[in-house]
Every structure is written in structure tokens, then in C-alpha cells.
């Protein structure tokens, strides 16, 4: 009987090992990179054979720096791929004539803005990318600028004597308001490059309110003319009682908020007793 179990277990082995001989281990799909792809011709199969090498090469923008271009399938597992891309890198630009580049770096992707000095304008395109193969595009030229900006149209400002009637891109002016009137927004405005005002402001006419009116009351402080946000204390005149707040407020508006009144004092108990006595006078005589 061992006999028996002996041949069933040679058989059975015999037929695994012919089993993977016929049917040896593959690989999948070969791993993939951001900075790295495979060759073509590796790109149409599915399944590679045990012992098969795939060669990479390295992305758009990118240039191999160190290691082996070489993966290899082994019992179904890819070796680990040990190829460095690193970016490729543009020559330094050369100046512009009146202005100069501001760059990222000169790494594959990076770019580089042209800005012309004061009193110049750019003509041509202003950025250039480092591509994989150097910078594209051509210098562009920095010329005089035949741009002006007129006198800030903003009303109700004061014109300072003396005061220019042209200005060129980049020149400042300060904004102030007539008496009467409040700058709402930044009060130094600055030539554009375009021809225009950046962010000219507004003269707002002030809004002001006269004393309050308030009958048989005192206002103080005294005063004729009130701005916002200014305040009075109200009191009333003796035998009058005040009815609100003692303090107001000037509003945004002109108009006085929440106005209190002064009430002529009620007058109770004493009149009741003047009266009960001028009727006894009156029936005992």
C-alpha cells in the first residue's frame, strides 16, 4: 500500500513540474513613470516573458542623468527601474535693451517676463518658456513710450497750482478735495502704462446736519453746522421732562437719529388739593 502512495505522489509531482514548463511565469505591463515612458515598440504587448528587459527612455523636457534605461521581468515582477530624469535647462538670457527679464529659473517649463524700463513699452511678445529645445519666441524690444495720461478727471478736486497737463506712464498724483467734500479711496493715483488713471477716487460732497430742534430743550455743544458721527447732549428746560436719549448722533445722511422731546411736566396731587380747597371756600361762605 505505501508502494501505491509512493507512485500516486511521484506521479503528481511529475505532472507540476511538466506543468511549469509548459506554462512558465509572465510579466503584466512593465511599471509606469511620470518622468519616464518605454520605447514603442514595448507599448502593443500585454504580457512579456520571463528573463525579457524593456529599455525606457526619458519624458518630453526631461534627460537622463544616471542609472540603467534597463527593467527586467523576473518570476512575474519587474525589477525596480533605477534610471534619473531630471529637467532640461535653457541658457541664460541675454539683457533687453532698456529692460529685463524676471525669470521662474531656466528648468524645462519655467518661464521668463519681459518688463521694460521707466518711460519704455514693451513691443513683441513679453513671455518666453524654456522648452525642450531652449526658449522660445525672440527678445522683445524696449522702445520710448509715446503714451500719456491726461490730467485725473476727478470732480471737485483741488488743481494744484502749477499743476501738469500731461503725465507719462508710472508718474503719481495726489488727489485732495475741495472744502466739503471727502476723498473715498486711495488719494495717490499712478499713470498707467495704457494711458489710464489706476484707481482714480471720488470727492464725495459731505453731508452735514444743522442743530437739532428739539422745543424747550438745551443743545451742547452749540454749534450751527454738525458732521457725521458728531454728537449733542441734550436737556430740557425746568418743568419739562426729557423723553429719549440725552444723546444724538449726526448721521450719514444729514438727518439727526432718534430726536428725543421735552414734555411739559404733569402737575398731580397739588392741583387736586388747590381745587378741593378753593370749592370748600366757595359753599362755606
Not at 511620470?34 to 512579456?48: I, N, R
Not at 432718534?258 to 380747597?277: D, F, N, Q, S
Request: hydrophobic fraction near 35%.
Amino acid at each position: 500500500m505505501a508502494l501505491v502512495w509512493r507512485n500516486i505522489l511521484m506521479l503528481v509531482f511529475a505532472h507540476f513540474v511538466v506543468s511549469q514548463r509548459r506554462s512558465p511565469i509572465r510579466c503584466g505591463e512593465p511599471t509606469k513613470y511620470p518622468d519616464k515612458h518605454l520605447l514603442k515598440k514595448y507599448l502593443q504587448k500585454a504580457e512579456f516573458n520571463d528573463g525579457e528587459k524593456v529599455l525606457y527612455t526619458c519624458a518630453l523636457g526631461y534627460e537622463p542623468s544616471a542609472g540603467s534605461r534597463t527593467s527586467q521581468c523576473v518570476h512575474g515582477q519587474w525589477t525596480t527601474l533605477n534610471m534619473k530624469c531630471q529637467k532640461k535647462k535653457c541658457n541664460a538670457l541675454g539683457d533687453i535693451e532698456n529692460g529685463q527679464y524676471n525669470q521662474e529659473g531656466r528648468s524645462f517649463g519655467d518661464k521668463a517676463i519681459a518688463v521694460c524700463n521707466e518711460g519704455y513699452i514693451l513691443r513683441g511678445g513679453g513671455v518666453r518658456m524654456c522648452t525642450e529645445k531652449g526658449w522660445n519666441g525672440m527678445d522683445p524690444i524696449c522702445e520710448v513710450s509715446k503714451i500719456i495720461c491726461s490730467a485725473p478727471a476727478v470732480a471737485n478736486r483741488q488743481i494744484q497750482p502749477g499743476e501738469r497737463t500731461q503725465f507719462a506712464p508710472q508718474d503719481i498724483v495726489n488727489i485732495v478735495c475741495s472744502e466739503g467734500f471727502d476723498l473715498i479711496g486711495l488719494p495717490q493715483v499712478t499713470c498707467g502704462r495704457d494711458g489710464q488713471w489706476q484707481g482714480l477716487p471720488v470727492c464725495s460732497k459731505v453731508m452735514t446736519c444743522s442743530a437739532p430742534a428739539v422745543a424747550n430743550g438745551r443743545i451742547r455743544p452749540g454749534s450751527r453746522v454738525y458732521k457725521p458721527k458728531d454728537s449733542v447732549d441734550i436737556t430740557c428746560s425746568e418743568g419739562f421732562d426729557l423723553i429719549g436719549p440725552a444723546q444724538v448722533m449726526c448721521g450719514p445722511d444729514g438727518q439727526w437719529q432718534a430726536l428725543p422731546e421735552c414734555r411739559l411736566k404733569r402737575i398731580t396731587g397739588t392741583l387736586e388739593v388747590c381745587v378741593c380747597v378753593y370749592i370748600y371756600f366757595v359753599f362755606s361762605f
